[in-house]
Structures are given as structure tokens and as C-alpha cells.
């Protein structure tokens, strides 16, 4: 079994009866939908809420019963994977570009699980670029303001070469910073600039992580 797939099977479990249920987008989220969607059709009955186009086809073809973010009153619990997590159990998430939907359902949810193998586990934030999404109108002028930072943007393209256009109708610049010293004060800095809907930074949201290792994942309560 690839490490994905433990870490997402293993997360399936913490999904009880009757939960209202984040379900994330990626790689590593996939394995959870799917295990979930297995459980579904053994007879639990949970309302999962999507965090992407792509999650949403996926659960939908598993005949997982959906709501919107909208249309719950609270999300139990949320199970996403990750692009980075440093020791501090900060995180960066963006790399499939469902940053915005993820961030939303998240900061409903009671709890917030990430589930990734153990490459991504980091020292410090930065080596994987980071991910902003931008309102189309003015992009160009915060292009222009993170090259002077010497953040290296580059803007995210799709297979086609065309710029990639969210879920949300926005574009992707990524930031090849390299080493984030100080996140907080970096996502501070990204809330106040205008034009910018949301960044990749996930800064003290989560409360579980399960960490995929050849020998089995390890389960780490942060808060
Ligand atoms: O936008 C995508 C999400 O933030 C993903 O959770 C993140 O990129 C990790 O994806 P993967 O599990 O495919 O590495």
C-alpha cells in the first residue's frame, strides 16, 4: 500500500455516523474519499462537503450524499492533505489549487485533520512554492510587487498553457520563496494586499496530522 492511501485510509476512521464531513482535494485526499465512499455504501449515513470540482465528480460518482458549505450549520470534521508541514505543524496547501474552497470549509469545521506521507514533512515552510490566489483584474500589478520582494512569482499555467483559472474564477501565482522565516507576519502581509483572495499559508488550523511512514503512520495531536 502506497503511503497516500494509508495515511487516507487511516484517516476514514475518525469519520462517525452521522458526521457532517470536509472532504479535501488531492492526491492524498482521493484515498480518503474513497474509503469513505466504500463505508457509504456499507450503509453510514454522513453529509460530506467538497472542497473542489474534482472532489465534488468524485464523491458524487461514489453516491457520497453532498451539501455546500452553505448549507450546514457546522462542519464535524475535515480531512485534507497537504503540501508542506513544518515542525510547528504550520502548513502550506495550494499545490492542486483548491486553496480558497479548502481554507473555507476548514475554518468551519470543528476539527481539521491532514494526512500526508512523510516527504512532506519540512524543517521550515518554503522549498514548495507557495500558492495565491488573485483576483484576475490588477494581477499583473502584484506580479510586479512580489518580483520586487524577489518571492520569484510565477503564474500557475494549465495543461492547454493557458493561466490556470480556480475553482473560484481567480488566478495562481506561485512564490518561490525558498525558506519562510517568519509565516505569520508573510500572511499578514498577504491578507492586506488588495487583489489577493486568499494564500496558501494555514497557519494554526489544524488540530490532527497523520503523518505516513514505510512502517506505518503515525497519528500527531497538535491542538
Ligand atoms: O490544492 C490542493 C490541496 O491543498 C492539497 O491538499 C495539497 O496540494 C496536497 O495535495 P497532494 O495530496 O496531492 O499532495
Known amino acids: 500500500m502506497n503511503l497516500k492511501q494509508m495515511v ?4 476514514a476512521e475518525y469519520i462517525k455516523e452521522g458526521m457532517v ?5 488531492g492526491s492524498t485526499a482521493y484515498y480518503m474519499v474513497e474509503a469513505l465512499g466504500r463505508r457509504v455504501n456499507e450503509g453510514l449515513n454522513i453529509i460530506g462537503v467538497t472542497t473542489s470540482t474534482r472532489t465534488k465528480e468524485q464523491a458524487e460518482g461514489l453516491g457520497i450524499p453532498l451539501k455546500s458549505v452553505d448549507e450546514v450549520d457546522v462542519i ?3 480531512i485534507d492533505g497537504a503540501d508542506e508541514i513544518s515542525r510547528d505543524f504550520q502548513g502550506i496547501k495550494g499545490g492542486g489549487g483548491a486553496l480558497l474552497f479548502e481554507k473555507i470549509v476548514a475554518d468551519y469545521s470543528k476539527k481539521v485533520i491532514w494526512i500526508v506521507d512523510e516527504s512532506k514533512m519540512v524543517d521550515e515552510l518554503g522549498a514548495f512554492p507557495l500558492p495565491i490566489e ?5 494581477s ?4 510586479k510587487i512580489f518580483e ?3 518571492y520569484q512569482p510565477e503564474f500557475r499555467l494549465d495543461e492547454a ?5 480556480t475553482d473560484g474564477g481567480h488566478l495562481l501565482i506561485d512564490l518561490n520563496m525558498k525558506e519562510i522565516k517568519e509565516p505569520h507576519a508573510l500572511a499578514t502581509w498577504l491578507d492586506g494586499l488588495t487583489g489577493v483572495v486568499e494564500h496558501g499559508l494555514f497557519l494554526d488550523r489544524v488540530n490532527t496530522v497523520i503523518v505516513g511512514y514505510e512502517n506505518g503512520p503515525v497519528v500527531k495531536e497538535v491542538r
Open 8 to 11: 487516507g485510509e487511516k484517516a
Open 21 to 25: 464531513v470536509g472532504l479535501g482535494t
Open 76 to 78: 464535524d470534521i475535515t
Open 134 to 138: 488573485v483576483m484576475p483584474y490588477g
Open 140 to 143: 499583473l500589478q502584484l506580479f
Open 148 to 150: 520586487a520582494k524577489g
Open 161 to 165: 498553457g493557458e493561466k490556470y483559472v
